[in-house]
């Protein structure tokens, strides 16, 4: 049962700033700050539990350099949060430049404060697969011609 008077603002601002500081060491604060039967998904993602989020984390230091979330907007009604993002890095397997994904999040705190459900939404095919080498060619020529 969610308390309708609390208003997770602390909640909010803690997770925040795990994202804006996101480093491998701090995945260790994760089990704090999402409850243990967790949702997660994202374009690639959709796990249930603690341990499953922790590993996609772990998953995404092995494939990237320099990760880094800038939050944006922050909108919070009742126990659901919305928050707008950029996320930076730079591909351990490529030699190309800083890359950004542009992206948002709905959030929902269960009533201890801990989240219970992450979903991000992002363009996969726009901010990640349009630049790479290949598929990228492949993915702007389909979009060229979907847009004539």
């Given at each position: 049962m969610i308390d309708a008077l609390h208003t997770y603002e602390t909640e909010l601002e803690r997770l925040v700033q795990f994202y804006e500081n996101l480093s491998e060491a701090s995945l260790a604060q994760l089990p704090a700050i999402y409850a243990a039967d967790a949702q997660f998904k994202d374009p690639f993602n959709e796990v249930r539990g603690i341990d499953a989020i922790v590993a996609i984390f772990a998953h995404m230091f092995e494939q990237v350099h320099e990760p880094r979330f800038v939050v944006g907007t922050r909108v919070l009604q009742g126990a659901d949060a919305f928050l707008v993002w950029q996320f930076t890095f730079r591909m351990k397997?490529?030699?190309?430049?800083?890359?950004?994904?542009?992206?948002?999040?709905?959030?929902r705190f269960d009533a201890a404060g801990a989240v219970q459900l992450h979903r991000d939404y992002w363009d996969a095919a726009e901010e990640l697969y349009e630049k790479l080498p290949l598929i990228g060619a492949v993915i702007r020529w389909l979009k060229r011609a979907a847009n004539k």
């Open positions: 397997r490529f030699a190309d430049g800083r890359q950004c994904i542009r992206g948002a999040t709905h959030l």
